[in-house]
């Protein structure tokens, strides 16, 4: 379907496993690569994906009209953050634990202007999310697409057909996943201890109990 430079893809569900066909994920890869805007779901919540840039971050922020926005990055691998966090060992077999999920991890910024700055990062739950980003060979970035003057997430499809109409060149809806989920959830451990920023889909005991394996771990090293 082509409309306002929008070209939607639909797709009645996902395949058993969780992914997309192989056709889906090279089309919207190659868009990505492409430097378009997409919408597709980032773990089952509709959102605007660009390649991790600063100006795809001033497009995103031009399009859902909010120019504070802070972006998370997507990676598919552990690889990827080597060039953007400041991490221990330990820090990595905590993330192990709980990664791939739907938890952002705030961290230290490898290429940090100032004292304390943090990035987030997310290694997504959604296989065919790992799969479009593992393609594109590059963190992305995202946005999902609220209600004005809400903190809801839109999930249904007339409502995000029509957000998503002249702000993005492409766009994928999965009928079974236009319906509300819980939202990531967020901590920070770019300090000597855990801070649970938002609660999410994960549960804060889960992730404190493997955060505090990890600091049983790390008193025996």
């Known amino acids: 379907m082509q409309s306002k430079d929008t070209d939607i893809l639909y797709l009645k569900k996902l395949k058993k496993d969780g992914s997309l066909p192989d056709e889906i994920i090279t089309v919207l890869a190659r868009a990505l690569k492409a430097n378009e805007l997409v919408l597709l779901p980032v773990d089952n ?37 080597d060039d953007m966090a400041v991490l221990t060992k330990n820090d990595y077999d905590f993330l192990n634990r709980i990664w791939p999920d739907e ?39 995202f946005s999902h697409l609220y ?8 999930f249904k499809r007339t409502d995000l057909e ?39 889909r994960v549960s804060v005991e889960e992730i404190k109990s493997l955060f505090f394996l990890r600091k049983t771990e790390d008193e025996e090293l």
């Open 45 to 81: 919540i509709y959102a605007i994906v660009a390649v991790a840039s600063p100006e795809n971050e001033r497009r995103i922020s031009r399009a859902i009209r909010n120019p504070r926005k802070r972006y998370v990055r997507l990676i598919s691998s552990f690889r990827m953050l």
């Open 103 to 141: 938890i952002t991890v705030i961290m230290r910024r490898k290429d940090a202007r100032r004292e304390g700055e943090t990035i987030g990062v997310r290694f997504p739950r959604s296989r065919y999310l790992q799969s479009i980003i593992a393609q594109v060979d590059r963190p992305l970035i």
């Open 147 to 154: 209600r004005s003057f809400s903190k809801s997430a839109l």
């Open 162 to 200: 029509k957000a998503c109409r002249g702000r993005v060149e492409k766009a994928l809806l999965v009928e079974e996943l236009c319906k509300k989920h819980p939202p990531a959830t967020i901590i920070d451990i770019s300090g000597s201890s855990i801070s649970v920023m938002r609660a999410g």
